[in-house]
Structures are given as C-alpha cells and as structure tokens.
C-alpha cells in the first residue's frame, strides 16, 4: 500500500532551525510536494522536488532521497508566522498525490 | 486578485438534505480537485477533473458527485448528506495536472447534523 509518515507534532524556538521529515511508500514516484498550511487555511505550495538533493529557496530548503524514501523540509530562521502545519505528498505512478496528515510545527519565542 | 473561489464559507447542514458547494477559478488551469481535510488524516481526493467535460473519481467518491461544464467551475454535490461528511472541503486547481502546483481556495467548513 502507499503510505506517509511524519511527526505528528514539533517545537522549536524562534530564531532557531528545525527539520521536518518524511518518509513514504507509493506505488512509483513522480516527485515529492511540500505545503504549509495555517490554522484554518487552505494548504499553500512550498516545494517540489524529483531528483535527490538539496533544493533552497530562502529560509525554506526540501531534500529528497529516492533510494531511501525519504525527504525533509528545513526551516531557517524560525519565525512566528512559521508556525504552522507542515504538508508532505509525493506523486505516485499515476501523478496522483499522496497526503501524510501533516506535522504542526509550534514555535516558541 | 486572481485564484480559486470558494462557497459558502460555512455551511450546517440537515442529513439529508442535498448541497452544492461552489468552486470558480480564474487561472484558466485544465485540472481541477476536490478535497476533503479531517483531523488527524490527510487531504483526501474526492473527485477530480483533468480538463473540462471530463471528471475521475478519487479515493472517497462515494455520496459525492461533480460536473465541469467549462473550464473556470467545478462543483460538488451532496445527493443526500450523512454526518460522516462532515469535513472541511478544498477546491485545488492545477496548470496542467501532473507535477504542477495545487492552489487551494479556502475551504467550506461543512457540518451534517
């Protein structure tokens, strides 16, 4: 079957760094997607990655691993608005997304 | 401001009683997709369009149903509401389907009492 795991839910400090993973089962893959997504929000676009690396965009950096399954999202610089909760979905075969249920990120001054 | 409308915001509905819930964009994108987010689980694929007057049926289609008439509205009927749709719903649309980013409207927040 296809599967997502993240941490349900994480700290960290304001100022500080802070690495989300995720690792997953699909049938194929086509790419990995991160969303972030505010209390009450719609999820919004962070990330797409399809080769094994590091991809940096500002504070925001998404690493992926094919052999390994598995993936993360680096967040620099923590700030308060960056409290939120953190989405991973990778395409399968069939260039439909599979959703983990996300790992809310609480940050603290 | 271009993106993807949704309505209502909110809605509480009686079971059994039939809803629309309405999703316009103005992105002129092919692929449209309806979603439903409950706590603890991830978004789930209801139904889905890949292009107008064509739809697919995702992972929870049953109890749902779609049209795409033309490119920009895509909405979402509740033959016969049960609690257990009680959910929040996104309307996401895409340039081309495939690897190209999701934009997400709102949500409608729907309770089935």
């Known amino acids: 079957g296809q599967n997502i795991d993240q941490p349900t839910e994480m700290t960290a400090t304001e100022g500080a760094i802070v690495q989300i993973n995720c690792t997953y089962q699909t049938s194929g893959f086509n790419g990995l997607f991160w969303y972030q997504q505010h209390a009450g929000e719609a999820p919004t676009f962070l990330s797409y990655?399809?080769l094994d690396g590091l991809e940096e965009k500002g504070r925001f950096s998404s690493f992926l691993s094919r052999s390994k399954g598995y993936s993360y999202l680096l967040l620099k610089e923590l700030q308060m608005k960056d409290s939120a909760s953190y989405l991973c979905?990778?395409?399968?075969?069939?260039?439909?997304?599979?959703w983990g249920a996300g790992t809310k990120l609480i940050i603290k001054p | 401001i271009a993106g993807i409308t949704q309505a209502p915001t909110s809605q509480i509905l009686a079971a059994g009683r039939r809803m629309t819930l309405r999703c316009t964009q103005d992105?002129?994108?092919?692929?449209m997709y309806w979603y439903r987010q409950d706590l603890g689980l991830g978004l789930r694929l209801i139904h889905y369009?890949?292009?107008?007057?064509?739809?697919g049926k995702g992972e929870v289609p049953d109890g749902y149903s779609v049209s795409r008439a033309n490119t920009d509205d895509f909405p979402l009927t509740l033959a016969s509401a049960v609690p257990s749709q009680t959910s929040v719903y996104f309307c996401a649309s895409s340039d081309s389907g495939g690897n190209s980013p999701l934009h997400f409207g709102n949500g409608t927040r729907l309770t089935v009492t």
């Open positions: 369009s890949n292009t107008a007057g064509t739809t």
């Open positions: 990655n399809v």
């Open positions: 992105m002129r994108h092919n692929a």
């Open positions: 979905a990778p395409l399968d075969s069939n260039y439909q997304l599979i």
